[in-house]
């Protein structure tokens, strides 16, 4: 009979993938195990961890898959929406390094968006300019003050 191998494999994310595998590693062997898996082997790879288990019909695997302590594990991953592979077959030394990704800024990503600020305005001088008709001047003989009643 042949055996089958899985993989899990876990990324680093907000915690290192080493912090998952020690605190879920026994457990996750301890089910496989108990629902028939022949062997098992920890991989570290550059930027996380990768659980290759061998089980010998596919019904193992997917009763040890649907375990309430494995979909626990999984979701409980550093990242588990961008570092977390599950697939047929034995990975993590086997495959090609894959370069190592860029860190992702914490939190949501969300910032205030700065209001924009009008300049202020500028104050310019007045331009002066010729009046239309040009002022005579006027004699002092035009010009009678007369007395206030």
Request: charged share 20%; net charge neutral.
């Amino acid at each position: 009979m042949s055996m089958r191998w899985w993989s899990i494999e876990v990324r680093d994310g907000v915690l290192p993938a080493q912090r998952w595998k020690d605190g879920y590693g026994e457990a996750l062997l301890e089910a496989a195990i108990t629902n028939g898996a022949r062997r098992w082997e920890w991989t570290v790879i550059p930027g996380g961890v990768v659980l290759e288990v061998a089980f010998r019909e596919s019904e193992e695997w997917e009763r040890f898959r649907a375990l309430p302590v494995v979909t626990a594990a999984l979701d409980a991953t550093p990242d588990p929406v961008n570092g977390l592979y599950v697939y047929p077959g034995r990975g993590g030394n086997a495959s090609a390094r894959s370069p190592k990704r860029k860190p992702r800024p914490t939190g949501a990503g969300a910032a205030a968006v700065p209001i924009p600020v009008e300049p202020p305005p500028v104050a310019r001088l007045a331009v002066t300019e010729p009046p239309a008709e040009p002022i005579v001047a006027g004699s002092p003989a035009s010009f009678t003050l007369e007395p206030a009643a």
